[in-house]
């Protein structure tokens, strides 16, 4: 059996930084309120019309592939994790692949959709297939253009404020040093509250979801023998396209599983929070952030945050955060570095990596 290490890391952030006090020209918002609740001060939006995930996941995955000293053509797998994807099918894994002008048809790509745990359960699905010996350089991103789907209204302002858009990305390769690398990942999921954190629109449900958040909604599907588009007047007409959030049930959750997901790598592993020497979590509210840090005991240079510069980049925080923690020199070899998600699905998980 094999290992896996982080052989490379990347991130990318598009340019225009758009703060709260900008938002506030758009809808009924504050600085201060967004601020109280999230810890966000600003975040970063694509261009318009010409940044996407993929393209965004093209700059990060290009300074991993160099910092991991290989050559593009000697990936042998892509995984792509988004909620954003530039369409709805095919998946970005392809798009990116070329984009990227990897001509190579040996390889595979794999798109993920676990929204904010995206990133954790495509790190474990490329430990994985390296770990058997079926690939040695496998490419994982983590990528999102929140941007282009969001309510700019007040109507929409609870889900707004917290996302930003970036990409970030890894080369996982093949390692022969014991207890070097990935030491253990731990994925989980409960559908019973898939809408709580969704956007269910345009889908395939025909109404099927309607009222699953408690509230009855007309969808307009008109009623005809077979078949429907997943996109109607109705869903545009009345604002339908947008995700929707209970933040206050996720906030609940998500401070519960966090500390149970890393509890149970800790524990698989024979290790303790003391040995944890650097904390990534899934950048989803800094209070979140916060409340897990305080349970797991942590202290501040054990944690890296950057939501407050980026906001909520779902697939992509890790992989920035942790790229950020890593040229700063908070990271080094040897650190005991722990990564945990939680978000849409619900699904969460936790990685421990021995740098
Ligand atoms: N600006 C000003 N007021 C707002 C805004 C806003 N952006 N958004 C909501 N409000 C108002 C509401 O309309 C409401 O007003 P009302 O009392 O007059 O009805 C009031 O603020 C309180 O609304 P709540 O939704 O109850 O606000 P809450 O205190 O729960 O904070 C928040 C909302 C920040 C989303 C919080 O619930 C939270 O952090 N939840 C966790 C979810 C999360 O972090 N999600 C991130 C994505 S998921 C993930 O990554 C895991």
Not at 101 to 121: K, M, P, V
Not at 191 to 218: Q, S
């Amino acid at each position: 059996m094999y290992s896996t290490k982080i052989g490379g890391i990347g991130s990318y952030v598009p340019e225009k930084e758009v703060t709260n006090k900008d938002l506030e020209n758009v809808m009924d918002t504050s600085d201060e309120w967004i601020q109280e609740r999230t810890g966000i001060m600003s975040r970063r939006y694509g261009k318009k019309h010409e940044e996407t995930s993929t393209t965004m996941a093209v700059h990060a995955a290009e300074i991993a592939i160099e910092r991991a000293g290989i050559e593009k053509e000697d990936i042998d797998f892509i995984i792509f994790a988004t909620l954003s994807p530039d369409y709805y099918f095919p998946g970005c894994g392809v798009l990116l692949q070329r984009e990227m002008g990897i001509t190579n048809t040996e390889i595979g790509a794999l798109d993920i959709r676990n929204q904010c745990s995206g990133f954790i359960y495509a790190l474990s699905v490329g430990d994985q297939f390296i770990k058997t010996g079926m690939y040695k350089n496998i490419l994982v991103v983590g990528a999102e253009m929140h941007s282009m789907g969001l309510d700019f209204t007040t109507r929409g302002r609870n889900v707004t404020v917290i996302f930003g858009d970036g990409a970030g990305a890894v080369v996982l390769q093949r390692s022969t040093e014991e207890g070097q690398g990935i030491l253990t990942t731990h994925l989980h999921s409960d559908g019973t509250y898939a809408e709580k954190l969704a956007m269910i629109n345009p889908g395939a449900h025909g109404g099927y979801h309607a009222n699953k958040m408690g509230e009855h909604i007309d969808y307009g599907y008109p009623d005809t023998e077979y078949g429907e588009m997943f996109i109607n007047h109705q869903m545009i007409d009345h604002a339908q396209l947008y995700p929707q959030m209970e933040g206050q049930f996720v906030f609940k959750l998500a401070v519960q599983k966090f500390p149970e997901v890393i509890g149970e790598a800790l524990k698989k592993t024979g290790l303790q929070t003391s040995d944890i020497d650097m904390f990534v979590p899934h950048q989803a509210n800094l209070r979140i952030s916060q409340f897990v840090q305080r349970r797991l005991g942590l202290k501040n240079e054990q944690v890296w945050n950057n939501i407050q510069k980026y906001g909520n980049t779902t697939a992509a925080s890790i992989p920035i955060a942790l790229c950020e923690a890593w040229e700063s020199g908070a990271v080094k070899p040897g650190d005991l570095v722990c990564l945990a998600a939680f978000g849409s699905g619900f699904t969460w998980g936790s990685v421990l990596i021995r740098w």
